[in-house]
């Protein structure tokens, strides 16, 4: 649903019996990926990529005590001490290992006695007084701060080496065919949102875009379609990538998607959270850096879309010329339309989800792998930082390339038409795959 502001007192009662639920869900998928493992492999760097699992536990609470229980509760702190410890921009993620950090016990006892002083604000907050509060904002933003770090949590642990200490069901199977291309005419649309009140200052505002005509996959690149990739010779063909992503595949020894093993018999396998398991090949491909899924581009003689364009085609409805909040409309995702939430532990196959279909035809725009975009990081036009610079403005115009509608790992509360991702070219450990795009030639208008 759509929240709006909260008018009576029935309203507001539904606003914070839903921030309760967001704010538990989360909590429950923190306790589910830090209990899965021993006191060792808490403190362990599982990859120099990543910090120590339970940084990002401590993190999670700090980041709730400064925002609801001290700036929002006006409570007093409950570890005042451990701020700059858990600053994430103080301290990479290199480094934190070193770091005098609070242990496994002393993590949970403090990230649970933050939460009991949020109940507490929660439970007296009357979501006025300024736009922090209105709407539940402050109280959102933190939900959905602790499942972005949930989801990389999620890669700490399909980076970690042993036995497997996650499970869950095998996603659904293709329920229609999800091949070819859908031709998105030209126009305006309306990009990002004025009106979603969860929604983070990158979003922000509404502001109309004129998009030429293009083609977009139906759906996301596969896995055997990248195998057809690579047996081409894509990772030996310098023509196929630009300069400097040539430059890295050499680099880094690129040879195939990160955690795919090939058998002497050529037979491809890839290792998820601990379990070595034959390719899906109906599943989209899965840890492929920017430079490759551009590789792949050139090779298949097309290229990636702009955001502007992945966004038209996720939210605009030719039908009424407006702008939806998700691909099939305004309502939540459920298990029908998307594959969220760590529900499952892989992408689903290319078919799986047509109720969650755009508008526009375009299937899984949501959910299973994030999709990286041809574009940069940059503000949209009237952008205003809120609450703090550091959330999106210290990253505008950087070496990032942006990743749109979610991945199997992100959860609801932190996925919509109108979410930004943004991560550097080079990144595989991150839950990433593409769909590619063409400009329509000139008897195709």
Not at 31 to 54: F, I, K, R
Not at 320 to 342: C, F, H, I, K, V
Request: net charge negative.
């Amino acid at each position: 649903m759509t929240l709006s502001a909260p008018a009576d007192h029935t309203s507001r009662e539904q606003l914070r019996a839903r921030i309760a639920e967001v704010l538990a869900r989360a909590r429950a998928r923190t306790h589910t990926l830090t209990d899965a493992v021993d006191t060792n492999e808490l403190v362990a760097q599982h990859s120099p990529l990543m910090s120590p699992l339970v940084w990002d536990l401590a993190h999670i609470g700090n980041q709730e005590e400064l925002w609801l229980v001290r700036d929002v509760g006006g409570r007093e702190a409950v570890r005042a001490d451990i701020d700059e410890l858990y600053d994430a921009f103080k301290h990479a993620r290199v480094n934190r290992p070193a770091l005098p950090l609070l242990d496994p016990g002393q993590a949970r006892g403090y990230v649970g006695a933050v939460r009991e002083k949020v109940w507490d604000v929660l439970e007296s907050a009357s979501f006025d007084g300024g736009p922090l509060l209105a709407n539940g904002f402050a109280f959102g933003m933190i939900a959905q701060h602790e499942q972005q770090h949930d989801e990389t949590m999620l890669a700490t642990h399909q980076l970690r080496v042993g036995a497997p200490a996650l499970s869950a069901p095998a996603p659904p199977s293709a329920v229609v065919a999800a091949s070819g291309e859908v031709r998105v005419p030209a126009g305006e649309f309306t990009m990002g949102t004025s009106a979603d009140p969860w929604a983070l200052d990158n979003e922000r505002p509404a502001h109309p875009v004129f998009v030429d005509a293009f083609a977009i996959d139906v759906a996301p690149i596969t896995n055997e379609q990248y195998v057809a990739f690579i047996a081409d010779g894509g990772y030996d063909r310098p023509e196929l990538w630009s300069e400097r992503g040539w430059a890295h595949r050499v680099e880094a020894g690129l040879t195939a998607p990160q955690f795919w093993e090939r058998d002497t018999d050529g037979a491809w396998y890839r290792r998820a959270f601990g379990v070595r398991t034959p390719l899906a090949p109906k599943q989209p491909v899965v840890h492929v850096c920017w430079f490759e899924a551009e590789a792949y581009a050139n090779w298949a003689h097309k290229r990636l879309p702009t955001e502007a364009e992945w966004e038209k085609a996720a939210r605009y409805d030719p039908a009424t010329g407006t702008s939806r909040r998700y691909p099939w409309g305004e309502d939540d995702p459920s298990p029908r339309t998307a594959n969220l939430g760590q529900r499952h532990l892989e992408p689903a196959e290319v078919g799986a989800y047509p109720e969650g279909a755009s508008a526009l035809g375009v299937q899984q725009l949501i959910g299973d792998v994030w999709e990286w975009c041809s574009s940069g990081f940059d503000a949209y036009p009237g952008f205003r930082a809120f609450p703090y610079r550091e959330y999106s403005e210290v990253f505008f115009g950087g070496d990032y390339r942006m990743l749109r509608g979610g991945s199997f790992g992100t959860d609801a509360v932190a996925c919509r038409g109108t979410f930004r991702n943004w991560d550097h070219p080079i990144r595989r450990q991150i839950f990433a795959g593409f769909r590619l795009a063409r400009d329509l030639g000139p008897d195709e208008l």
